[in-house]
């Protein structure tokens, strides 16, 4: 009889544990709109010392955008492929170069390329803090999906000091 009563109390709680060791609420770092516009400056300012018209797009780390600014004479497709290139980035978490190398035709994760609004051309990037993700840029408009992660780069690498607030 001890045991099953035992038994009976325990096991509730058992059950209960997993549920009571989750946080009820998540704590994350995010960009600011002065942060992820001096980010977006950066990038299209490179860009242009390098005599490229391009588009830049900023996105929380959800892939919400936050910024996105386009140089007088960028085409106007620059946009919309700026923007999706950083929302590919930042909800894949990884660079779109990276994802164009592993879903090329005929490899495992090829169908991601299929997946609506993901733009896998080289060109949008992670952006981390303390080694968690806040969001991501995409550039779009330099000739090729390199210059324009160049680009990208650099717009990080200018504001990398304020990442670590």
């Known amino acids: 009889m001890l045991a099953r009563t035992l038994l009976a109390a325990t096991v509730p709680l058992m059950l209960a544990y ?10 994350y770092k995010s960009l600011s709109p002065e942060l992820a516009l001096d980010l ?5 300012g490179d860009c242009r010392s390098r005599g490229y ?10 892939g919400g955008t936050q910024v996105i600014l386009r140089d007088r004479f960028a085409g ?20 779109t170069t990276e ?11 090829a169908g991601i390329r299929n997946l609506p609004g ?8 992670i952006v981390e803090a303390g080694g968690s993700l806040v969001g991501a840029v995409g550039v779009s408009g330099a000739p090729g999906g390199d210059a324009d992660e160049a680009c990208a780069r650099a717009g990080i690498e200018a504001i990398r000091d304020k990442l670590e607030f």
């Open 40 to 44: 977006a400056r950066a990038s299209l």
């Open 18 to 27: 997993p549920a009571m060791a989750q946080e009820p609420l998540a704590t």
């Open 118 to 125: 993901t733009v896998i051309i080289g060109g949008g990037l």
């Open 53 to 62: 018209q391009v588009a830049v797009a900023v996105v929380d780390r959800f």
């Open 76 to 95: 106007a497709h620059t946009v919309s492929t700026a923007s999706g290139k950083a929302w590919t980035a930042a909800t894949f978490r990884t660079s």
């Open 99 to 109: 994802l164009n190398a592993v879903s090329q035709p005929g490899m495992m994760q």
